[in-house]
């Protein structure tokens, strides 16, 4: 995964700052920005628009300028703008989608995860809304990109999330043999603007979501706050996804679902007992034990 590293600099008085980052964003033109509306299209620009002092934001290819109101001087917050910005991007958010007229660059890296059988596959555009996984081809029916990542014989599972793919193989292939092949797949697919995920299918993932915690009791809410929070993020960035399946008051277990490369992986047993275990375990005193994963 990129690592952003972003300096700031303003002259005392002035009203633009400079934030510079050590990769580029992939665009040659100027892009500014004037309100919220502007950047549709740009989420990391409209989260710089929720900041009440925001005027203006200018896009360069490595550096972001903003300009401010006079309500305040830069000195007060300009750290801690920086600090926004960079762990944003390195908690994975998205920079830039396409703009009307502007056609962003489609670029996609490959990451190696804790689980050897699994690879991650990093765009820099937002992909789908809710994360998915596929199992078998015939469960892709309805993901145009997972459906066709399965016709490569050694495809085993597909899972997407915000702006990555984990795929996990089968052992008939080495990751050097096919990992630059896999790579310009997706990277070629993305840029066509074909349908990764039929929009329904988020759709009724979303709302499968928003049913099954409004029937959810207070405590197990918080467990899910607790993962949603603090163990999801890390687990993301190894290419992977944790899903609270069930609470169990008498054994005071949590059930969990792994997917992506946390699926099989050697190290999630450690993952589970060292991390979320003893995590949960620490914020709910009395009322975690253990914690179990259905699927290894």
């Known amino acids: 995964m990129k690592q952003y590293s972003i300096t700031a600099q303003v002259e005392k008085g002035e009203v633009v700052a400079r934030f510079t980052l050590n990769h580029s964003v992939g665009i040659k033109k100027p892009l500014v920005f004037k309100n919220i509306e502007d950047a549709k ?27 401010r109101f006079d309500i305040l001087e830069w000195e007060d917050v300009l ?22 007229g502007v056609k962003i660059p489609v670029s996609v ?17 937002k992909l789908v809304d809710t994360p998915v996984e596929y199992k078998s081809i015939e469960e892709a ?17 597909v899972f997407i999330s915000a702006n990555y793919v ?11 043999e096919v990992v630059m092949e896999i790579r310009e797949f997706i990277r070629a697919f993305i840029e066509e603007g074909k349908t990764l995920v039929e929009e329904f299918v988020q759709k009724e993932e979303k709302t499968e979501k928003t049913n099954v915690a409004k ?37 005071k277990s949590v059930q969990v679902v792994l997917q992506g490369a946390c699926s ?29 994963a259905l699927n290894g």
């Open 41 to 67: 299209g740009a989420p990391l620009i409209q989260q710089l628009f929720y900041l009440p002092f925001v005027k203006e934001v200018t896009l360069l290819e490595n550096c972001i300028e903003v300009t």
């Open 79 to 100: 750290e801690e703008v920086r600090e926004q910005l960079e762990n944003y991007l390195n908690e994975g958010g998205v920079l830039l989608e396409e703009l009307p």
């Open 109 to 125: 890296y490959a990451e190696s995860t804790p689980n050897p059988a699994v690879m991650k596959f990093v765009a820099n555009k």
């Open 141 to 157: 029916k309805k993901a145009p990109l997972a459906f066709q990542l399965f016709h490569f014989p050694f495809v085993k599972e």
């Open 166 to 176: 984990s795929i996990m193989k089968y052992d008939v292939n080495n990751w050097d």
């Open 215 to 251: 029937t959810l009791d207070p405590l197990e809410n918080q467990i899910i706050s607790i993962l949603e929070e603090y163990i999801k993020p890390a687990v993301a960035s190894d290419g992977g996804n944790i899903a609270f399946d069930s609470y169990n008051p008498v054994e």
């Open 264 to 292: 099989g992986c050697p190290s999630s047993t450690f993952t589970l007992k060292n991390g979320i275990e003893n995590m949960l375990k620490e914020m709910m005193p009395g009322k975690v034990e253990s914690v179990v």
